[in-house]
């Protein structure tokens, strides 16, 4: 058993495939199925399955994951005993929302990179449920998002900050159409989003049923960049993080609507699996994490600052 094919497991799993794998590893595909074949033989179980378009582990082969996952863990523990910062190596998967990777994670990812050149740093923008999933399932080692709750018993998560949220319009949207207090209503303007499955779209379109404030239509966008661009061309509202509008609020280019939603505030939290090792690059990138984002750092619990020391 070689450790590199152990490591082209893992890279079918995080791919969906074995041709993404064989260019993630810059591997001939036939390569890739020759490791995998020599494995099924030396340990007489089959591996993978074909599932649609994408390759799965068979029940013998998620039972023998964790193996697999501590033994690739322990030798990147042992490269990287002793090492500096800089000289540690590996690869640490991070999945997060558009909305923190743009004007959150910034600072956070340019110190990383600054003090750990030489880890592989695979960043996964994600929908927060999706997230939360992944880290469950193993394909992120560390996921950043807000909290959606339902995190199960064996997810290690902890707070990071408290963020306010807002409706934004453009500065010419009628007056008629300012008002999102009143109750029984239909708005001749249209709804702005860029994830219908975010935990803040979630949060005001159980707004509007609770309150039958009936918008005339949807625009799907897939970017924030591109929603606050149709928001100040006046296409339509939107309701976002007040942090990605910020600098928009502020020269005037959308302005923001008034509602009577109770809380105006999402959390974000940080998870991982509580059976995750948590290596030099994961460790480093925790403790920049709390250094830059967290507001109470004092309110960590016993595990999660063991980690971070």
Known sequence: MELKYLNTVKTILDTGSFQNAARQLNYTQS?????????????QVKLFERIGRKMVLTRAGQDILPLIENILESAEQIRNYGKSTADITG?????????????????????????????????????????????????????????????????????LSDYETVLIA??????????????????SVSMIINDPGSIFQRKFDQYLKENNIRMDGIIEVGSIEATKRSVSSNLGVAYLPRFTVEEELNNGTVIELQTRLDAHTIQAVCSYHKNKWVGAPMKLFLGLLRNHLASGSETMDGEMAVALE
């Open 31 to 43: 390569t890739i199925t020759f490791q995998i074949q020599q494995l099924e033989q030396e340990w």
């Open 91 to 159: 690869t640490l998967r991070v999945a997060l929302p558009e909305s923190l990777l743009i004007h959150k994670l910034q600072p956070v990812l340019k110190e990383f990179k600054e003090r750990a050149p030489r880890v592989k740093l695979s960043l996964q923008p994600l929908n927060c449920y999706i997230i939360r999933d992944n880290v469950l399932h193993g394909g992120a080692d560390l996921g950043i998002h807000y909290d959606v709750g339902g995190f199960a018993a064996s997810i290690q998560y902890e707070t």
């Open 170 to 187: 453009s500065p010419l949207l009628s007056q008629a159409d300012h008002d999102f207090i009143q109750a029984n209503q239909h708005k």
